[in-house]
């Protein structure tokens, strides 16, 4: 395989840290801060997507920025896996900075200029865990990361936001410093060097028993998976603005967690070393748990956003579940559930903001009869849940089948059993609320109320996403191509 050297990137990480000092010197003009927010937001989306085409064709871009011991350094470098995960994140900031402008308008919320500026502090560090060489480079920006989501999550600065951004920093950042950071030392000092490779660093360096000790510190140690027990910030997370929810659950901080997940699977452990310690069956199997309690959960909340909380919890350890089945289908399905999952679940968020800024309801009792006031929100809303739960034609059924396809190609029918079960759940803590909201009347939506849709802003993002959740359905094209290269580079088949 082709390795070439380039700044893109680090161009892809570094233009919205520049943007958000435009952000900020633009503060007292909205207009200027928030075509500058979507600028910049173009401007990364273009230059990842220009990396498309040499990927595809088997090369690996790489960029070394600065040395720090030997055989570890800041550096860079873009394979299948980082480049998908860096596309669904780069065009969906797209989405969700539009979507932001009209939400925060809408609401008339305080410090939007701080707002924007995190907003965009938080994409470069996504796409730097996304575009990281090494484990030191990957831990860095995944900190950054947790840093810069905590003034978005306590942005309503009130005692309820601030209880949850101290227990959202004490979740993922004291994960990461009691057992991320003693695994990544271990490694160095096994290994002495920090760099992914394929089929992994670790075999034969350690014993098994320090092996295993070490994968179960990089599983405790990456909080924002939100894996149970290490899950319940998630939930608390809810009490920032929509967009923010959004951001957490669909395009940057959830989504680093389950990537740094399979780097660490993938990556540093090697699915040979992954099968001869069992780590894979153990991953499955514990990770299950996750999904189906995770439903459980959903079905019990009223509050829309909690709902949609427990069921990102749930729907996350699909995409681990990559790291677990050894075989390329089942490793494809969890990889393309990323985007998958990613378009659908930020369709749900959308259109939940949509309704709670424009009637100030949150619970899913107050909405029953609200498909008539917002019929173009509930049906994106439909369409998101269809694709959430796997079902054709949207996206999140392509995923499910090649994960489905995985378990029995992997011989794991009990983990069929939970994905199917799963997706039993997915279905009856989402279709009551599009039901309710167009074939039930409410209290709150009678013949007298003069609700209408929301405002363009908060309605085109959600459409725009539900479309194309229906659009990967029907031709996932290269985005699948990113995936299955993924599966068949770590199984070792080129």
């Known amino acids: 395989m082709e390795t070439i050297s380039s700044v893109k990137p680090l161009l892809a990480v570094a233009v919205s840290l520049f943007g958000s000092l435009l952000i900020i010197a633009a503060g007292r003009k909205p207009n200027l801060r928030e075509s500058c927010s979507i600028l910049i937001a173009l401007v990364k989306f273009g230059i990842v997507l220009s990396m498309v085409p040499l990927v595809l064709a088997g090369t690996k871009i790489t960029y070394n920025l600065i040395d720090i011991l030997p055989g570890v350094g800041i550096a860079f470098r873009v394979d299948s896996l980082g480049l998908l995960f860096a596309l669904v994140a780069s065009s969906l900031w797209i989405v969700t900075t539009i979507y932001s402008i009209g939400y925060m308008r809408t609401l008339k919320e305080h410090s939007q200029t701080r707002y924007f500026t995190f907003f965009a502090l938080a994409i470069s560090s996504a796409i730097g865990v996304a575009f990281s060489a090494n484990l030191l480079t990957m831990y860095l920006f995944y900190e950054m990361l947790s840093l810069s989501t905590y003034s978005l999550v306590t ?186 999952h990613a378009f659908g679940k930020i369709t749900l968020f959308f259109c939940a903001g949509a309704i709670i800024a424009h009637t100030g309801f949150k619970k899913i009792s107050e909405i029953r009869g609200i498909g008539k006031m917002m019929p173009v929100t509930m049906a994106a809303f439909f369409f998101g ?60 939506f009678n013949g007298e109320t003069t609700i209408q849709e929301a405002p363009i802003f908060t309605v ?20 699948l191509d990113l995936a299955r290269m993924t599966a068949r580079a770590v199984m070792g088949l080129g």
Request: charged content about 10%.
């Open 385 to 444: 849940s269809l694709s959430v739960i796997g079902i054709p034609p949207f996206g999140g059924f392509i995923s499910k089948w090649y994960l489905a396809l995985g378990c029995i190609e992997s011989h794991q029918i009990p983990i069929l059993v939970v994905i199917l079960t799963s997706s039993l759940l997915n279905a009856a803590y989402f279709l009551p609320i599009t039901y309710n909201a167009f074939f039930s009347r409410g209290e709150n």
């Open 155 to 340: 942005h309503h600065q009130d005692q309820e936001a601030r209880f949850a951004g101290r227990k959202y920093l004490s979740y993922l950042m004291g994960t990461s410093i009691a057992f991320l950071l003693p695994a990544v030392i271990l490694t160095y000092v096994f290994t002495g060097t920090l760099d992914f490779a394929d089929q992994g660093i670790l075999s034969g360096k350690a014993g098994d028993g320090m092996l295993i000790l070490m994968f179960v510190l990089f599983i405790a140690g990456i909080g924002k998976a939100a894996i149970m027990p290490i899950h319940s910030w998630l939930p608390s997370a809810m009490v920032a603005p929509t967009p923010v929810s959004a951001l957490l659950h669909a395009v940057a901080v959830v989504k680093v967690g389950v990537f740094s997940v399979l780097r660490i699977c993938f990556h540093i452990f090697g699915i040979d070393l992954m099968h001869s310690l069992s780590l894979d069956v153990f991953l499955l199997y514990f990770i299950s748990i996750t999904i189906i309690i995770g439903s459980i959960f959903a079905l019990k909340q009223d509050d829309l956003k909690a709902r949609l909380a427990y069921s990102t919890v749930s729907q996350l350890s699909y995409i681990v579940m990559a790291g677990g089945l050894i075989s390329v289908l089942g490793m494809t399905g969890g990889v393309i559930h990323i985007v998958m």
């Open 460 to 479: 085109i993002p959600p459409v725009f996403t539900a479309i194309a959740s229906f659009l990967l359905f029907i031709h996932p094209g290269f985005l």
